[in-house]
């Protein structure tokens, strides 16, 4: 597999802790050459869990062994990367139940009290045993931190990702925190790539199942690096602590915006080490008829691969804005729209702008970050889009990606 550049967006310090009501354990088993790959997290007690999956047609063996099994409590999440466990047929689920029974045995809980997740090379099945040889490694002295666990689940991922919020309802202070994985295969259909969320407060299934509704559409649902829905995409949300906090709607409303927070943040952290990304792009499409119109739109400019090559040439081509709007065939009219790239007008009137100063906009394309505006004067409705431009780079890490 080709190791691809650190990304620019790298975070320079990443935060770190060891959690309370979970035992975190990484090791190396064999799934990659060298680093670690394989995640296990073993919950003090059994505890509430909501999960999200990709909506793909083509679901991983995991996707379809949680589904089947999980009810939404859990003991244990085992989590491997390097191999996705995907189109393996039946061999996918005798793999995982074969893993998991023996993993039951070891911490006294039932079967669908265990949640699994794989991430890696599609089409190839593993040993078991990989896995299994490693559960007699479950005590004091191998337990990690919450970094460790996020550097376990990576593939082409160049940094860890992180999150942790603090929060205080009732005068009780708790922490709510989160690790991700994704950089390739990334426009999330349901949630994402994989992340975990931890709330440390006891919370129902019902309004964690609120929370992930209220927030996956603004958050994971609307990045994307390739336009390419992976077979694995998960997200799951736990409740890790006895803490009682009394989620009336006031408390709530704050929970919800802490958990807005968090999720904006990591899925940001995925766009921004997309695989071979050298800039940021943030589409904002503006007074749409619908919201479904603004983000089919927005999607549509972030995925173009004329736009993104665009951007990474540092061209603001926003005649190519133009195109991606149309082929939407959404019901919109040409002569309403206004571009922007930054603060910079390029058209409006159905044409370029005579105030369009090229020398203000080539300086403006050289930022790390940019900004697509699109104003469609058609209604009041917005969405914005997260994505990257697309490099040499990019196609050196997907050329070569088995090898």
Not at 17 to 44: E, H, Q, R, W
Not at 242 to 263: D, G, Q, R, T
């Amino acid at each position: 597999m080709v190791n691809k550049m650190i990304s620019i967006f790298k975070p320079k310090k990443i935060k770190d802790f060891n959690p309370i009501g979970l035992n975190i354990y990484t090791f190396n088993a064999g799934f990659k050459k060298k680093g670690k790959d394989l995640l296990l997290i073993i919950f003090d007690k059994t505890i509430n869990v909501c999960c999200v999956y990709s909506k793909t047609s083509t679901p991983s063996a995991p996707i379809i062994w949680d589904k089947k099994n999980n009810k939404g409590r859990v003991k244990a999440l085992v989590v491997n990367s390097g191999n996705a466990n995907a189109h393996t047929g039946k061999d996918g689920l005798k793999i995982i139940d074969k893993y998991v029974k023996a993993l039951t045995i070891i911490i006294k809980c039932k079967t669908n009290e265990v949640l699994v997740s794989s991430t890696g090379v599609i089409g190839e099945k593993f040993n078991p045993n990989l896995i299994i040889n490693k559960f007699e490694k479950l005590n004091s002295k191998n337990k990690n931190s919450l970094l460790e666990g996020a550097k376990s689940i990576m593939t082409t991922d160049t940094f860890p990702k992180i999150s942790i919020k603090n929060i205080n309802l009732d005068n009780q202070s708790f922490k709510i925190y989160g690790i991700a994985k994704g950089s390739g295969m990334i426009q999330p259909n349901m949630g994402t790539m994989l992340v975990y969320i931890f709330i440390e407060c006891e919370i129902s299934k019902k309004l964690m199942s609120r929370l992930l509704k209220n927030n996956l559409d603004n958050t994971f649902n609307s990045i994307t690096v390739d336009s390419d829905t992976s077979t694995s995409d998960t997200l799951m949300i736990f409740s890790v602590s006895s803490k009682k906090i009394n989620l009336n709607k006031k408390n709530f409303k704050k929970l919800n915006y802490k958990i807005n927070e968090l999720m904006h943040d990591l899925s940001l952290q995925v766009v921004k080490d997309g695989e071979g990304i050298s800039k940021l792009i943030r589409v904002n499409v503006l007074n749409a008829r619908s919201k479904k119109q603004a983000k089919k739109i927005a999607f549509s400019i972030a995925n173009s691969p004329l736009i993104k090559t665009a951007v990474a040439g540092e061209d603001a081509n926003w005649g190519r804005v133009i195109m991606a709007i149309g082929k939407t065939e959404e019901n919109i009219y040409q002569n309403k729209i206004r571009i922007m790239f930054g603060n910079y007008i390029v058209c409006e009137n159905g044409s370029i702008s005579k105030k369009i100063n090229i020398r203000k906009l080539d300086n403006y394309m050289k930022n790390k970050t940019i900004d697509i505006n699109v104003k469609l004067n058609l209604g009041k409705f917005n969405h914005t889009v997260y994505g990257n431009d697309l490099t040499f780079e990019y196609l050196k890490i997907n050329s070569d990606y088995r090898s």
